[in-house]
């Protein structure tokens, strides 16, 4: 056996030789000499184990091809464009809202130049980080003063250290919510520094709850939006403009954390109506905290709208220099906030209203358009129909709002796993397809397929 290995490695050849290759230098030239010749090196050391298992040795020409097709994986973006078939529309593993192109132009120029993020150029001084969009902010909420920071999770944690650092948190036990990613409101109490005070029970909570639970430790009242669950049947809640009268009368702030945040009245684009950040403000809520990146549509951010004296308490707090936005999304931030200026062109501009807004009937003609070229692209196996279906806003808000849509329905005539299989080879698409399986098939929403050109350009390149 020693006599045939020994020719055989004899015969493979050099990284020397390999890199004399023509197509060596197009490796060079996309990677660079470093990266090529560790290539073709690792390349090489597979080809020995083969020829010593009884392969023949390859081609120099050979190595360097598949030294380019190992760096060209390596070299994949990992966080890739998909196709979100899935039915939900701000869904947190496919990074939630879509962002309008106003905001996508603003934070390519904050990228690409030196901009003004903390100087007021017309005082040649420094400036606030904040005074882009405080103002914005305000207009749109209604609050005296707001800032932002990198998500809501943080913002909650923020305002709670801020405001209630070493004192009690009084919060109903209907609201003690935990939302995915392990955001857990008594943990983040803890963190907070801030002592949980539980009040009322699961299903119900009076005002007297709250009222005999306020002291001298008492540093906050928050009410929390369970954004992600419904309590239903024998149920007790207080709104928030009675709670603000029981925080008031004690002379502590209250607090809530309104999750996704609106800033419209959603039932103009036919969606449940939320209150919205404004109404909070109304109500005699002294902070709101809200997510940047659900219902409202723009880059991911926590939004604290409130009390001028507690915003500036908030904003001492020198956690916020640890939990501040960068100049990209601040720029993305502010383009977004100014389409609420006209509502009336709003569901043109923001992805997420324009998906939202989509009726079933439009979404169902879009099935009828690409129909065929899934059909041909998936092969004889499967049957293909047109569906009704229902699709979700995601990221916890609203969680019981579904909305009527379409899409397709793909059914495998066999058993044996053909759906799975299916699922994953449109997974594995250069623009990966992603749906979900339920009631033995898998379907494609079409409710955020925006780019149904991409779409079919690559479904008539096949799957294989
Ligand atoms: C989503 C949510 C959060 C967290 O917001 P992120 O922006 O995802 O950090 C906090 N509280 C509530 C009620 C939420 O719905």
Do not use: W
């Not at 081609?59 to 097709?69: M, Q, S, Y």
């Not at 993020?117 to 207009?139: I, K, Q």
């Not at 609203?398 to 997974?427: D, H, V």
Request: glycine share 8%; charged share 25%; net charge negative.
């Amino acid at each position: 056996m020693a006599e045939s290995v020994a020719p055989r490695l004899r015969n493979l050849p050099s990284v020397d030789v390999v890199l004399k290759t023509e197509i060596a230098d197009v490796l060079r030239g996309q990677y660079g000499r470093m990266a090529a010749t560790d290539a073709i090196r690792a390349e090489l050391e597979e080809a020995r184990a083969a020829c010593r298992a009884g392969a023949e040795p390859p081609e120099a020409e050979d190595v360097a091809i598949k030294a380019l097709r190992r760096l060209d994986t390596a070299n994949k973006t990992s966080l890739r464009p998909v196709f979100n078939l899935t039915g939900t529309v701000l869904h947190t593993n496919l990074g939630r809202a879509v962002l309008a192109e106003a905001a996508i132009e603003a934070a390519t120029i904050a990228m690409r130049e030196a901009v003004a993020l903390e100087f007021d150029v017309a005082a040649g001084e420094r400036g606030e980080r904040d005074d882009h969009v405080r103002a914005l902010l305000c207009e749109l909420t209604g609050a005296e003063d707001a800032t932002l920071v990198n998500n809501n999770a943080a913002a909650v944690l923020l305002v709670l250290n801020s405001l209630a650092l070493g004192r009690d948190a009084i919060v109903s036990r209907g609201e003690l919510i935990e939302i995915g990613g392990s955001f857990r409101m008594p943990d983040i109490m803890a963190r907070a520094g801030t002592k949980l005070v539980e009040v009322g029970t699961t299903n119900r909570t009076h005002p007297r709850d709250y009222a005999d639970a306020i002291g001298p430790e008492t540093g906050l009242v928050l009410k929390v939006h369970t954004s992600n669950y419904r309590i239903q049947g024998f149920t007790a809640e207080v709104d928030a403009s009675e709670l603000a009268d029981i925080a008031h009368k004690a002379n502590v702030p209250l607090v809530h954390d309104l999750g996704s945040g609106t800033l419209v009245d959603l039932s103009r684009y036919g969606i449940e109506k939320e209150p919205t950040v404004h109404d909070t403000v109304l109500a005699g809520t002294d902070i709101v905290t809200f997510s940047g990146d659900k219902l409202l549509g723009g880059p991911q951010a926590g939004y604290i709208a409130g009390k001028r004296e507690l915003i500036a308490r908030i904003n001492k707090n020198p956690l916020k220099r640890a939990l501040r936005v960068d100049k990209i999304r601040l720029a993305a931030i502010e383009a977004t906030l100014k389409l609420y200026r006209d509502p009336d062109r709003l569901a043109e501009r923001l992805p997420t209203l324009r998906f939202l807004a989509r009726t079933q009937e439009e979404i169902a003609a879009q099935a009828r358009r690409v129909l065929d070229h899934v059909t041909r692209a998936i092969g004889p196996d499967f049957a293909v129909e047109i569906c009704a279906c229902n699709s979700q806003i995601g990221s916890g808000a609203l969680p019981l709002a579904t909305i009527p849509s379409a899409g397709l329905a793909i059914r495998a005539y066999t058993r044996g796993g053909m759906l799975e299989k299916l699922s994953a080879r449109l997974r594995a698409l250069p623009v990966p397809v992603i749906g979900r399986i339920e009631d033995d098939a898998l379907r494609l929403d079409l409710r955020c397929l925006a780019d149904e050109e991409a779409f079919m350009v690559e479904m008539a390149e096949g799957i294989t």
